[in-house]
C-alpha cells in the first residue's frame, strides 16, 4: 500500500493557512473633518433661521426701531461701547487734568513761608498762615510753597463754586477751609496781637461766605394747602328733565308690583 505522504525532511508542513485581513477605510485628516464642521455651520448659521441671518437682520432694522425697539443684544453692545469710550475719554481727560495740576504746583512760585512776603491789611492773614505752614510742613514730602499753594487753591475752588452750584459739599469745604484759616491766625500770630488777627480774619471770612453760601437759609420749608382761586370756576351740568317714561317709577316696564 502506498502511503499519501509527501512531506520530505526540507519541508515544513503548515498547520493552517493564512487568512486574509480586511483593510480598514482610511480616516480623513483631523483639519478636513474640523473645516467641513465649520463649513456646515456657517451655512446653517446664514439660514432664514439662523443665528448670523437674524444678527444681520437686527443690525439693519435697528435704525428704523430705535435705541429702545432694537434688539436687546445689539442695545447692550452699544451701551458696552459707550460706557467703555466715557471711561476712556474720562480717564485721558483725567491724567491731562493731574498733569496740568502737577506743572502748577511744582511751578509754584518758590516762597520762602514763614517771613513777611505780603504788607497791607492782607498781610494779617496771609503773613501768620505762611508761618503756621512753615512750622508744621518741614516732614511731609511736599514743599511748603506746594501746601500753601494748595491752600489758595481750596479757598478760591469752595468761594467760587459754592456761589455758581450751591453744593452743600462745596459749602461744606468753604466753610472747614474758614475755619481752619481762622485757627492757623490765631495760632500763628503774636499773643499781643492774636485776638485783632483772628478778628478779622473771621470778618473777612464771613464777608466771603456771603458770596459762597448765597442762597443758604436755616428756615425749614413750610408747604401750605394749595390756595383756593375764586375766580377758577368748576362748570357743573345741569339736570336734564325727565320724560313721561322717566317719571313713573316703573317707567316702562310691563311688570308693575
Known amino acids: 500500500m502506498q502511503s499519501n505522504d509527501h512531506t520530505g525532511p526540507g519541508r515544513q508542513e503548515l498547520a493552517y ?38 444678527m444681520w437682520d437686527d443690525v439693519l432694522s435697528a435704525p428704523d426701531d430705535g435705541l429702545r425697539h432694537m434688539a436687546p443684544w445689539l442695545r447692550t453692545v452699544l451701551m458696552v461701547a459707550g460706557v ?41 492773614v496771609d ?33 467760587v463754586l459754592g456761589f455758581l452750584t450751591r453744593n452743600n459739599g462745596v459749602r461744606a469745604m468753604w466753610t472747614a477751609w474758614g475755619a481752619a484759616t481762622v485757627f492757623m491766625v490765631w495760632r500763628a500770630t503774636p499773643d499781643t496781637s492774636r485776638p485783632v488777627a483772628a478778628g478779622l480774619a473771621a470778618l473777612a471770612w464771613t464777608l ?31 339736570p336734564v328733565p325727565a320724560g313721561p317714561a322717566e317719571q313713573h317709577p316703573h317707567g316702562s316696564c310691563p311688570f308693575r308690583d
Not at 26 to 54: M, T
Not at 132 to 146: D, E, F, N, R
Not at 217 to 233: F, Q, S, Y
Request: glycine share 8%.
Open 17 to 54: 493557512l493564512p487568512v486574509p485581513l480586511p483593510k480598514e477605510p482610511a480616516k480623513p485628516p483631523r483639519l478636513a473633518a474640523l473645516r467641513e464642521a465649520l463649513r456646515d455651520w456657517w451655512d446653517r448659521a446664514w439660514d432664514v433661521d439662523g443665528v448670523l441671518y437674524g
Open 84 to 124: 467703555s469710550l466715557v471711561v476712556l475719554m474720562a480717564k485721558g481727560a483725567g491724567e491731562v487734568l493731574l498733569q496740568a495740576l502737577h506743572q502748577i504746583l511744582t511751578a509754584a512760585p518758590k516762597v520762602q513761608v514763614g517771613v513777611d512776603t505780603s504788607n497791607g491789611v492782607a498781610a494779617v
Open 127 to 159: 503773613q501768620p498762615v505762611r508761618t503756621y505752614i512753615a512750622q508744621h510742613s518741614a516732614g511731609l514730602p511736599v514743599a511748603a510753597s506746594t501746601v500753601y499753594t494748595l491752600w489758595l487753591l481750596t479757598g478760591i475752588t469752595g468761594l
Open 208 to 238: 466771603l461766605s456771603a458770596i459762597a453760601l448765597r442762597g443758604l437759609t436755616l428756615r425749614r420749608r413750610v408747604i401750605g394747602r394749595p390756595a383756593v382761586r375764586p375766580e377758577i370756576h368748576v362748570p357743573v351740568p345741569y
